[in-house]
């Protein structure tokens, strides 16, 4: 009897699916995207309504086989990717694969991977929104047409290998902008007062300055300016007398705020434990597709991750009313069901971030999460329990004063009921800020007064948290882009983060300005807000896809020829002038980062490392004088001094580059400087060009390689063999070893660029028995040490290391 076939996008969940439905379904993975458009091409044509030319993707052709063998002998394949547009992309993208083999296709979909949710979801199975996946296409056409067209300009323009995209570009413009806003910002002086004053019952309250000559203090608007401005002031208060002018109390009321969407997810995760957008989303991934919890064996604990809508299913809403009752009381539960409401523009496909069984608390699976799985589960539960709590009522109490030329202001607050403070850790009053007994009227003793210098500040960098809110606020992306728009800013080094604060790179803000001068409507933020909009009505049935595509090339392509003629080479001169020639200095972009150059280049060939102040100035970082190391060259005599790259220390001959001997050192334990001689290269073979021995040497960056030894007469020369053949399907070549530009060791295959298969662990000959990719790897992570691995994204598989190997 044949079996129904379910295809998940992740192997994670194969295994939580399986125990609900037991041994009458099969349950496969895709692990993510199966077909894509070319890596190395347009891929789409541009004269046949934007015709996409889809492949499978390289490395997948082992899944999208095992797939297609499943599919044959299913009955009915259920397609289960996540409900979203990626996911019907994946469901779509698979559909198309396996139809020539078994045509009965359905699109299932569930927020939460339980049996009720899953068993509802086949009852409920559907067709394939194509609408949905339509949108999803032209987002990625949108995204193709932008990055393979502009890029090439900013190739020879700015530097080579450097990339525009839709909506990372206008996530830059906002970074930019914002060091902009700080450079041209001019810092103002104020004096801030405090006074601590005390009436006829203690205790002694502090009040701060509130108005001055009857109009509200504030810093940059109406302040005390000067020195002088405050010991006159001050001169004035210690003379004068403080009077109650008036006492407001008064109940107030702090209802909780909405359960979690993926945008205020990251903001929250950010801002308390300081995860990035992309390490928030990882962990919210493994919380939703399942966790090993004892003896409820793998379970999920939260509902689908990206999403922008706050409803809350009713079955989750009577759970969580019978854990407020139990748990807290008759009094925590509102009189009627808490219900938000999800912004206008927000998908409502799916629910609100939720725990999948609210009655599972967080002090509960404590001991089997990981402490990251806990905070970010502990966050989430939280939040949707108090979301539905009875409000917090707090005693406010106001007090203004008047004394001579001034009113001043302070607050008190008692906490009555804390409501659903109580689920969130602020159920106590300690807190609480309570002021004297006070009536209109009544005269103040002035028991100190405060007062200091302080300057206005620009304003902020963006952090992840407020530029998320930023781009949420302003429409640009959707809630399942933040992470990757933030990944990509830092990736492309157009930003980067100093105390957890964005800073635009110099090669930020030349990309940045050349895009805004020669691509207006593209760099507009409205823009890019329309166009997501557009792009949620093909997925509504609105909006036809291709009409919007040729819409955005009717601008589109004139100002890309525009580009090509008008867009000039980047070179920002600057006022410094070369010391060794007299020309001035421009900023230049190499392989490590932006320097100041001679635009007097090839002649002259100096540059200079720079920085800038806070108004954007440039300054010189002057080249610190070589330590003393007492070590002679063995080549040509001259000193040896301490030099740094990526990898760090070494010895370089001060002759350089007529001389380019290094050798390692190490300090003892004076500090005195010791050269590590290097060990003589083991012999592994003979030469097959010349007959001499061949020798296993190491590269600088760290791989291993094969050489001659009759070096420079004979130039023959190998990679490092893993002897592991290359894994894709077709490919006659082997893993072999190499290193990155920073180091860091990989294994690729050895007929690069034919074949581009590559993977960061040292590969093991032995398909995965969970996914069955042909090999696996041997790993090394701080929680489980050296263990075996597989390599492909989503799987999952691991085992520890075998005793004998």
């Given at each position: 009897?044949?079996?129904?076939?379910?295809?998940?996008e992740?192997?994670?969940?194969?295994?939580?699916?399986?125990?609900f439905?037991?041994?009458?379904?099969m349950?496969?993975?895709s692990?993510?995207?199966?077909?894509?458009?070319?890596?190395?091409?347009?891929?789409?044509?541009?004269?046949?309504?934007?015709?996409?030319?889809?492949?499978?993707?390289k490395?997948?052709e082992?899944?999208?086989?095992?797939?297609?063998?499943?599919?044959?002998?299913?009955?009915?394949?259920?397609?289960?990717?996540?409900?979203?547009?990626?996911?019907?992309a994946?469901?779509?993208?698979?559909?198309?694969?396996?139809?020539?083999?078994?045509?009965?296709?359905?699109?299932?979909?569930?927020n939460?991977?339980?049996?009720?949710?899953?068993?509802?979801?086949?009852?409920?199975?559907?067709?394939?929104?194509?609408?949905?996946?339509?949108?999803?296409?032209?987002?990625?056409i949108l995204?193709?047409?932008?990055?393979?067209?502009?890029?090439?300009i900013?190739?020879?323009?700015?530097?080579?290998?450097?990339?525009?995209?839709r909506?990372?570009?206008?996530?830059l413009?906002?970074?930019?902008e914002?060091?902009?806003?700080?450079?041209?910002?001019?810092?103002?002086?104020?004096?801030?007062f405090?006074?601590?004053?005390?009436?006829?019952?203690?205790?002694?309250?502090?009040?701060?300055?509130?108005?001055?000559?009857?109009?509200?203090?504030?810093?940059?608007?109406?302040?005390?300016?000067?020195?002088?401005?405050?010991?006159?002031?001050?001169?004035?208060?210690?003379?004068?007398?403080?009077v109650?002018?008036?006492v407001?109390?008064?109940?107030?009321?702090r209802?909780?705020l909405?359960?979690?969407?993926?945008?205020?997810?990251?903001?929250?995760?950010?801002?308390?434990?300081?995860y990035s957008?992309?390490?928030?989303?990882?962990?919210?991934?493994?919380?939703?597709?399942?966790?090993?919890?004892?003896k409820?064996?793998?379970?999920?604990?939260?509902?689908?991750?990206?999403?922008?809508?706050?409803?809350?299913?009713?079955?989750?809403?009577?759970?969580?009313?019978?854990?407020?009752?139990?748990?807290?009381?008759?009094?925590?539960?509102?009189?009627?069901?808490?219900?938000?409401?999800?912004?206008?523009?927000?998908?409502?496909?799916?629910?609100?971030?939720?725990?999948?069984?609210?009655?599972?608390?967080p002090?509960?699976?404590?001991?089997?999460?990981?402490?990251?799985?806990?905070?970010?589960?502990?966050?989430?539960?939280?939040r949707?329990v108090?979301s539905?709590?009875?409000?917090?009522?707090?005693?406010?109490?106001?007090?203004?004063?008047?004394?001579?030329?001034?009113?001043?202001?302070?607050?008190?607050?008692?906490?009555?009921?804390?409501?659903?403070?109580a689920?969130?850790?602020?159920?106590?009053?300690?807190?609480d800020?309570?002021?004297?007994?006070?009536?209109?009227?009544?005269?103040?003793?002035?028991n100190?007064?405060?007062?200091?210098?302080?300057?206005?500040?620009?304003?902020?960098?963006?952090?992840?948290a407020?530029?998320?809110?930023?781009?949420?606020?302003?429409?640009?992306?959707?809630?399942?882009?933040?992470?990757?728009?933030?990944?990509?800013l830092?990736?492309?080094?157009?930003?980067?983060?100093?105390?957890?604060?964005?800073?635009?790179?110099?090669?930020?803000?030349?990309?940045?300005?050349?895009?805004?001068?020669?691509?207006?409507a593209?760099?507009?933020?409205g823009?890019?807000?329309?166009?997501?909009?557009?792009?949620?009505?093909v997925?509504?049935?609105?909006?036809?896809?291709?009409?919007?595509?040729?819409?955005?090339?009717?601008?589109?392509?004139?100002?890309?020829?525009?580009?090509?003629?008008?867009?000039?080479?980047?070179?920002?001169?600057?006022?410094?002038?070369?010391?060794?020639?007299?020309?001035p200095?421009?900023i230049?972009?190499?392989k490590?980062?932006?320097?100041?150059?001679c635009?007097?280049?090839?002649?002259?060939?100096?540059?200079?490392?720079?920085?800038?102040?806070?108004?954007?100035?440039?300054?010189?970082?002057?080249?610190?004088?070589?330590?003393?190391?007492?070590?002679?060259?063995?080549?040509?005599?001259?000193?040896?001094?301490?030099k740094?790259?990526?990898?760090?220390e070494?010895?370089?001959c001060?002759g350089?580059?007529?001389?380019?001997?290094?050798?390692?050192?190490?300090?003892?334990?004076?500090?005195?400087?010791?050269?590590?001689?290097?060990?003589?290269?083991?012999?592994?073979?003979?030469?097959p060009?010349?007959g001499?021995?061949?020798?296993?040497?190491?590269?600088?960056?760290?791989?291993?390689?094969?050489?001659?030894?009759?070096y420079?007469?004979c130039?023959?020369a190998a990679?490092?063999?893993?002897?592991?053949?290359?894994?894709?399907?077709?490919?006659?070549?082997?893993?072999?070893e190499?290193?990155?530009?920073?180091?860091?060791?990989?294994?690729s295959?050895?007929?690069?660029?034919?074949?581009?298969?590559?993977?960061?662990?040292?590969?093991?000959?032995?398909?995965?028995?969970?996914?069955?990719?042909?090999?696996?790897?041997?790993?090394?992570t701080?929680?489980?040490g050296?263990?075996i691995?597989?390599?492909?994204?989503?799987?999952g598989?691991?085992?520890?290391?075998?005793?004998?190997?």
């Amino acid at each position: 009897m044949s079996k129904d076939l379910i295809i998940v996008e992740s192997p994670a969940k194969v295994k939580t699916i399986s125990k609900f439905l037991g041994k009458d379904y099969m349950v496969d993975a895709s692990v993510g995207h199966v077909r894509d458009l070319p890596t190395r091409d347009l891929g789409v044509d541009e004269e046949n309504d934007f015709a996409p030319q889809y492949e499978v993707i390289k490395g997948k052709e082992e899944v999208v086989k095992r797939l297609k063998a499943a599919a044959k002998k299913a009955d009915t394949v259920y397609l289960a990717p996540d409900p979203d547009r990626e996911g019907e992309a994946i469901a779509w993208h698979v559909a198309e694969l396996i139809k020539p083999v078994n045509k009965k296709i359905r699109r299932i979909q569930f927020n939460e991977i339980t049996a009720r949710a899953v068993k509802g979801a086949l009852e409920d199975a559907q067709e394939l929104n194509e609408n949905l996946f339509d949108s999803q296409q032209a987002r990625r056409i949108l995204d193709r047409l932008v990055g393979y067209k502009i890029s090439p300009i900013l190739w020879k323009n700015v530097k080579r290998g450097i990339s525009a995209g839709r909506v990372q570009s206008v996530a830059l413009k906002i970074l930019v902008e914002r060091e902009k806003e700080r450079r041209a910002f001019r810092a103002d002086e104020y004096w801030p007062f405090k006074v601590l004053l005390e009436g006829s019952t203690p205790p002694p309250f502090w009040l701060d300055l509130h108005k001055l000559e009857e109009k509200a203090v504030k810093p940059g608007v109406n302040h005390i300016g000067t020195q002088t401005e405050a010991e006159s002031l001050q001169d004035a208060l210690e003379n004068g007398e403080f009077v109650v002018d008036s006492v407001q109390e008064k109940q107030r009321k702090r209802s909780p705020l909405p359960p979690y969407i993926t945008s205020t997810l990251q903001q929250d995760a950010n801002r308390r434990m300081g995860y990035s957008a992309k390490r928030t989303m990882s962990i919210a991934q493994r919380l939703y597709e399942g966790v090993e919890l004892g003896k409820r064996g793998t379970t999920a604990l939260i509902t689908y991750m990206r999403t922008d809508s706050v409803r809350i299913a009713k079955d989750a809403q009577d759970a969580a009313r019978e854990l407020i009752l139990d748990k807290f009381g008759d009094d925590y539960y509102p009189p009627k069901t808490r219900h938000f409401k999800t912004k206008g523009s927000a998908q409502d496909a799916h629910e609100a971030i939720r725990p999948v069984d609210v009655s599972i608390t967080p002090d509960d699976v404590k001991s089997y999460l990981p402490s990251e799985q806990h905070k970010l589960y502990r966050l989430v539960w939280q939040r949707f329990v108090a979301s539905q709590m009875a409000v917090a009522t707090f005693w406010d109490t106001t007090v203004l004063v008047k004394a001579p030329r001034t009113q001043w202001r302070a607050k008190g607050e008692r906490l009555l009921f804390p409501g659903f403070l109580a689920a969130m850790d602020k159920g106590s009053s300690d807190g609480d800020t309570e002021l004297p007994k006070l009536a209109e009227g009544d005269i103040l003793a002035l028991n100190e007064l405060k007062k200091e210098q302080k300057f206005t500040q620009p304003p902020p960098r963006y952090s992840e948290a407020s530029l998320v809110k930023t781009l949420e606020e302003l429409g640009i992306g959707r809630p399942s882009t933040y992470a990757a728009i933030i990944s990509t800013l830092l990736d492309r080094e157009y930003a980067r983060q100093e105390e957890k604060r964005f800073v635009p790179t110099e090669l930020g803000f030349t990309v940045s300005n050349q895009l805004s001068e020669h691509f207006k409507a593209l760099m507009d933020v409205g823009f890019t807000a329309q166009m997501e909009n557009l792009l949620d009505d093909v997925a509504a049935g609105k909006q036809d896809w291709v009409k919007l595509l040729n819409d955005f090339g009717g601008d589109f392509y004139p100002t890309l020829d525009k580009a090509r003629t008008e867009m000039a080479r980047s070179q920002q001169e600057t006022e410094i002038v070369c010391e060794n020639c007299g020309k001035p200095m421009a900023i230049k972009f190499g392989k490590t980062g932006e320097f100041l150059g001679c635009t007097g280049f090839p002649s002259c060939r100096t540059i200079k490392n720079f920085t800038r102040d806070e108004q954007g100035a440039i300054q010189i970082v002057e080249r610190e004088k070589p330590e003393e190391t007492g070590v002679k060259c063995d080549k040509c005599g001259r000193p040896m001094a301490i030099k740094q790259s990526r990898r760090g220390e070494f010895l370089g001959c001060t002759g350089y580059p007529d001389c380019k001997n290094i050798v390692n050192f190490e300090r003892d334990e004076n500090g005195k400087i010791k050269v590590i001689e290097s060990e003589k290269p083991k012999v592994v073979g003979t030469c097959p060009e010349c007959g001499g021995e061949l020798l296993l040497k190491k590269a600088r960056t760290g791989s291993r390689f094969i050489a001659c030894s009759n070096y420079p007469d004979c130039t023959y020369a190998a990679p490092f063999s893993t002897g592991v053949p290359c894994p894709n399907e077709g490919c006659e070549g082997e893993l072999v070893e190499k290193s990155s530009r920073r180091g860091k060791l990989f294994y690729s295959c050895s007929t690069y660029p034919k074949c581009d298969y590559a993977v960061w662990n040292w590969p093991v000959n032995e398909p995965c028995p969970k996914c069955q990719h042909p090999i696996l790897t041997r790993k090394t992570t701080k929680d489980k040490g050296e263990h075996i691995a597989c390599p492909q994204k989503g799987c999952g598989y691991t085992r520890e290391m075998d005793a004998e190997k």
